[in-house]
C-alpha cells in the first residue's frame, strides 16, 4: 500500500538527514533502547521502563533502594582463595527474594540503575588495581584478575540474571550481558593461560608450549587488562553522561581493544606499523588485523570511548563474514585495516576496511525495507526513511550515503547483531567529541568506517566541530587514503 508522504518534508530529509529525530533509538514508548544511552546527561537521569529516576545524588526517594544496594555490595567479600561460588550464587539469591524483589517498583527501578552505575564504578577500581605485568609476581596478578573475575562472573551476573527474569527491568539485564561478552572471556583466557603457566612451573616443566604461555603473557596481559579498563571505564562515563579528554598518542588508545579483537578470533594476529606504503598489498593478506598509525600522532580525545568504538568497528566484518561465508570453513579469513593519518591541518582520520564481502546499496535497501514492513506490522512508528522504503515511488530514489546514514541507527544491523555497535560509535564520534562518522561501500574491499576527530587543543564544542567540518569541505574524495566511494 503506498503512503501519503509531504513531499517538502521528504524533500528537506534528503538534504539534511541528521537534523531528524532518529525514531530507531526508540521503542513504541519512546524510551531509548540502549541501556547506555538511556541515562539523560543533563540531569543525570534514567527514562528506562517509561519511568524518570533521578540517581545523581541520595534524595529521601533513593534511600530505600541505596540502602539494599550498599548491602548486596557488602554482602559477599571477594576473597579468591576461600570463595565459594555455590554458597554465593545461593545467597545471592535468598537476598534478591527477601530485600530486592519485594521493593516497590519505583524504588526497583532505581535500584535497576544504581545496580548498573555501582557494578561499573567497582569493577573499574578492582580492574585498577590490577598491577603491571612481572612474571616473577605473577601469582599476585593472578589473585588480581581472580578478583574481577569473580566480581563480574559470579557477583554481578547472577544478580544481572535475575533482575532481567524478574520482567520489571530490561537495563540490567543488557547491561550485564552486553558487558560480560567482551570482558568475560579475555579475563577467563587470561587467568587460565597464567594458572597454566605456574602449575607447569611448580612441576618442573620446561618446553615449547611453557614459552608459548610466557609469550602470551608477556604480549598481552597489560593490553587486555587496559582493555577491562577501557571497556568499564567507557561504559561508566557513556551512563553518566560525561567524557575525559586527554592529549593521548592515538595508537596507544587503539592497540589494547584490537589485540583483544584479534584474540577472539582464531587466526586471527594484530599487526602494528608506523606508515605503510602499501595498504593494498596489507589488504591482500588474510588473517590479520593491521593497524598503522605513527606514534607521533597525538590528539585531544577520550582514550577509552575512542578505543571502544574502534574495537566495536573492528570487529563487525569479522563477525558479519563469519555469519556467511566463514562459518565452518576455518581457513577462510578476510583482512582488516585500521589506518590513522592526518587530515588537513587541525584533524584526524581513521579508516577502518576490509576484505569481506561488503554491503551492496541493494543489499542496504532490501535489508532496511524489510525492517520497516516488520515495525509496519507491529504497529511501530516508522521514521522518514522507512517510509520513503515503503513507497514505491520513492524507493529507488533514496540516494546511498542515506541509506548508509541508517546503518549508524540504533537497531539496523546487517551482520545479525543488536545495532548498538555502530550507534554508539555514532554518538561517541559525533555527540561527544564533536566529529564525523560515515559508512561507506568499497566497490573492490568491502565496507568501511571512516572517523574524522579534532586534533586541536581546546575542548570547546564549537571550535572542535567547525575544524572538521571545515577539513572534511576542503578534503577532495579522491585524495582521501584507503577509500573509493561507488
Same mark, same amino acid.
Given at each position: 500500500?503506498?503512503?501519503?508522504l ?8 534528503l ?8 525514531? =530507531? ?6 524510551t ?9 546527561p ?16 541520595? %534524595? ?15 554482602l ?5 582463595g576461600?570463595?565459594?561460588?555455590s ?8 537476598? /534478591? ?24 564504578? #567497582? ?33 554481578? $551476573? &547472577? ?16 547491561? %550485564? ?8 572471556g579475555?579475563?577467563?583466557?587470561? #587467568? ?6 605456574l ?6 616443566i ?6 608459548? /604461555? =610466557?609469550? /602470551? ?5 597489560? $593490553? ?31 592497540? &589494547?581493544?584490537?589485540?583483544k579483537?584479534?584474540? $577472539? ?29 605513527? %606514534? ?11 578505543g571502544? @568504538?574502534v ?27 585500521? #589506518?590513522? =593519518? ?6 584526524i ?68 547483531g @543488536?545495532?548498538?555497535?555502530?550507534h ?6 559525533? $555527540?561527544?567529541?564533536n ?33 572538521? %567540518? ?5 578534503a ?11
Open positions: 500500500m503506498a503512503l501519503a509531504d513531499i517538502e518534508r521528504v524533500e528537506d530529509y538534504l539534511h538527514p541528521d537534523a531528524h529525530p532518529d525514531l =530507531e533509538c526508540l521503542d513504541e514508548s519512546g531509548n533502547r540502549d541501556w547506555r544511552l538511556a541515562f539523560d543533563d540531569s543525570y537521569t534514567c527514562t528506562t521502563g517509561g519511568m524518570t529516576v533521578d540517581v545523581s545524588e541520595s %534524595t529521601e526517594g533513593n534511600r530505600a533502594a541505596e540502602a539494599v544496594l550498599d548491602e548486596f555490595m557488602n559477599l567479600a571477594i576473597d579468591v576461600s570463595f565459594d561460588c554458597f554465593a550464587r545461593e545467597t545471592i539469591g535468598v537476598f /534478591y527474594e527477601s530485600r530486592v524483589a519485594v521493593l516497590s517498583d519505583a524504588d526497583f527501578d532505581i535500584f535497576c540503575k544504581l545496580f548498573v552505575l555501582r557494578f561499573l564504578k #567497582n569493577g573499574l577500581e578492582i580492574a585498577e588495581a590490577v598491577p603491571s605485568f612481572d612474571l616473577d609476581q605473577l601469582e599476585l596478578m593472578v589473585e588480581s584478575i581472580g578478583r574481577l573475575i569473580i566480581f563480574l562472573n559470579e557477583v554481578i $551476573q &547472577p544478580m544481572g540474571s535475575r533482575i532481567s527474569s524478574s520482567g520489571r527491568d530490561s537495563v540490567v539485564g543488557i547491561a %550485564t550481558s552486553a558487558l560480560l561478552h567482551d570482558l568475560g579475555v579475563m577467563l583466557g587470561l #587467568n587460565a593461560s597464567a594458572r597454566a603457566y602449575f607447569r612451573k611448580k612441576c618442573g620446561s618446553d615449547g608450549k611453557q614459552r608459548n /604461555y =610466557e609469550e /602470551y603473557l608477556f604480549k598481552n596481559f597489560d $593490553q587486555f587488562v587496559l582493555f577491562a579498563r577501557q571497556v568499564l571505564g567507557s561504559n561508566l562515563k557513556l551512563a553518566q553522561g560525561v567524557c575525559e579528554f586527554s592529549d593521548v598518542v592515538v595508537r596507544d588508545a587503539l592497540e &589494547p581493544g584490537l589485540l579483537c584479534a584474540d $577472539q578470533f582464531p587466526g586471527y594476529e594484530l599487526r602494528v606499523f608506523d606508515e605503510c606504503d602499501d595498504i593494498d598489498a596489507l589488504m591482500a593478506e588474510s588473517g590479520f588485523i593491521n593497524l598503522v598509525c605513527d %606514534t607521533a600522532l597525538v590528539a585531544r580525545i577520550d582514550p577509552d570511548m575512542i571502544l @568504538t574495537f566495536n568497528d573492528s570487529k563487525n566484518p569479522i563477525k558479519a563474514f563469519n555469519r556467511t561465508l566463514g562459518r565452518g570453513e576455518g581457513e577462510k579469513k578476510i583482512s582488516v585495516i585500521v #589506518n590513522v =593519518e592526518k587530515f588537513g591541518e587541525d584533524c582520520a581513521i579508516f577502518i576496511r576490509d576484505s569481506g564481502i561488503g554491503i551492496s546499496y541493494d543489499q542496504q535497501r532490501d535489508h532496511l525495507t524489510e525492517v520497516a514492513l516488520g515495525k509496519q506490522s507491529r504497529g511501530e512508528p516508522l521514521s522518514l526513511v522507512e517510509e520513503l522504503l515503503l513507497s514505491e515511488y520513492w524507493r529507488d530514489a533514496v540516494p546511498p550515503r542515506v541509506l548508509n546514514r541508517q546503518l549508524l541507527k540504533r537497531g539496523v544491523s546487517l551482520a545479525g @543488536t545495532g548498538i555497535g555502530l554508539l560509535s555514532m554518538v561517541i564520534i559525533e $555527540q561527544i567529541h566529529g564525523r562518522i560515515s559508512v561507506y561501500d568499497h566497490p573492490e574491499f568491502g565496507a568501511g568506517v571512516r572517523i574524522i576527530l579534532p586534533a586541536i587543543n581546546g575542548d570547546d564544542p564549537v571550535e572542535r566541530g567547525m575544524v572538521v %567540518t571545515d577539513a572534511l569541505a576542503k577532495e574524495v579522491e585524495d582521501l587514503p584507503c577509500l573509493s566511494v561507488a
